[in-house]
């Protein structure tokens, strides 16, 4: 048996979780994710290496995609009310997270449900779940008292949130679950709720915000210091050798459990990235992505660091070709004529291979990932593209 | 064409009403009740009193019963969150509503709509429906500041209300809402919600609270201070002789929109008492229940005003016989022997007339609305009894 709460920030109630663990029966430990965003990241990947923990131990996972609740929206660590996504988006995005799951755990051992399974439910049943707590308890949480503070607009629907999100923990009669420090007032009135329904409430998990590759701020999609878990190889290794040096050790320790090998920081960080990008893609494909690298980065003299280009906003309205000329005024504060006659010069390469003279409107999917190159000295790796 | 001001608390937007009047279209005026309790009062008619006046001028009235906001609780003017009525008694009082309330208002004038026909929306809609507001603005009215300041709970309930009760004034396309000086800020909530969902706001208009018999507090049913405009005639009549020489002034001004007439106040208040049982009743009423009254208080030495005792908690099981010489016990606080004896002497009287020596269980709805007597000088006005 591992120790479950390693790396975790708070096990509460104090003492709780390991009395569970030493019953006999199967847990059931709950994660709930929001289909906010098209993918998940390294971020979301520390919570969910450790439900692989409990099923190596034999529990079961109960992965719950939020497909409702991210239409109310989880007011946790936001100072303002975001913009909801469309329930297209959220379909989509539905759609592909489980799939992005099971890349860290194991299909076997895992129950997938829908929200909305239960929480599309009769007004009469929902009103019942509203009398269950007060305004006060509601606005408890921190990031209310925040924004109350500051006089910033807190919408009515958010306070619905701990309370939707809650009641799944009674709709699947969670043992436990498990969330980011940010969810812990969520996972404590997930508790409240499972009492009020007249169930033993779970015991709560919380796991460390792994920082986003700038080494700041929490690794976010809307920040775009992300790494996302069905980013391309060389895109995933290019974006982790972009960490810094600092943030290394948080990384091993979050995603591998390990301390940080005492090899150099550049040395260290290619391992990271090569274990890493071999997690998503299969044995073999961090040492390909590496290869790559090298080409680029270490032969055709680019440097490890450069800024990045998302290519989102170049895609025409079929969505797959970029037209080149105007990607290198944006990204390099050129003229189009300037642009197109580097091209015309075979000055302009991608991983160090000049680009046709023909060649002005690419394919986004070709682009993503690869290092743009004008002249002797400008470099950027260009991010992004088709979902 | 009536002045539809008269006697109102505040007409708002200032100048709305007006302009509206001044249009060709009849408007279409709200007016929601929730079904809480049994009957409608004295108290409610005030509102339906100015609610025909509109519709002598050729307007529309829609008459909401509240049957699903009663389900989530008005919290105006209370200072804690009320126990809810059941579904049963909700249903059972939505049916009497509007046979009450046309006691008042012309039938053919009158649209009822239950809001429950639109209340009972899909999840999807309702949480669209809360995400037109923000919780600070809920959160102003003076009731829940008044119970933040006291660290009273609010419950998240309750909240919900004035969104519920904005969204029947879309449902009905509502051009103006009627309520009590305590409803204003739910009707101008109403208005936010409208602008909402793309109508064109109503104007409000609020009409003052009517003071219960007892002439202090609001009239309300579980004040116990109120005249039900079902009540008997005698029951009636008997309950308005009660109110205050100094609240009849009001009683006039709105039930009647007339001054209290200049004969001396014993005068006055039988003719307010004679022409409320003749709305209520029906002419001819008034003067029947007064030639009871008189009976009773005026030929028999009984005082105008006395206790009431409730015969609810009196009736048994089956619900309408009640047991003598236990109402004697309690009311007279004398033992149960000696309301046998009496009874036995022909020392019991109901309306004056002596109670035969073996009627120790009699039917409550023949004792509601009449007075007991123990002896010479104790008196009980005996009220309430089988809905």
Redesign the interface.
Known sequence: MSDLTRNAVEALPEGMLAKQLQGDRPLRVKLGIDPTTADIHLGHTVVLEKLAEFQRDGHTVVLIIGD?TA??GDPSGRSSARPLPSAEEIEANAATYQEQAFKVLDRERTEVRFNSEW??????A??GL??????????ERDD?QKR?GANQ????????YP?LQGYDSVAVEADVELGGTDQKFNLLFGRDIQGAYGQKPQSILTMPILVGTDGVQKMSKSLGNYVGVTDAPEEMFGRLMSIPDEAMAEYYRLLFGSEQPGSPPNEAKRELARRLVDRFHGEGAGAAAEESFNRVFVDRGAPEEMPELDLGPYMDDGGSQVHLPRLLADGFEISASEGRRLIGQGGVKLDGEPVAATALDLDAGELSGRVLQAGKRRFLRLVGGPA
């Open positions: 409702f239409r109310v929480l599309r439910m009769e007004p009469e929902l009103l509203l009398a269950q707590t007060t305004v006060a308890r509601l606005l209310f109350m607009p807190i919408a009515a629907l958010e306070l619905l309370l």
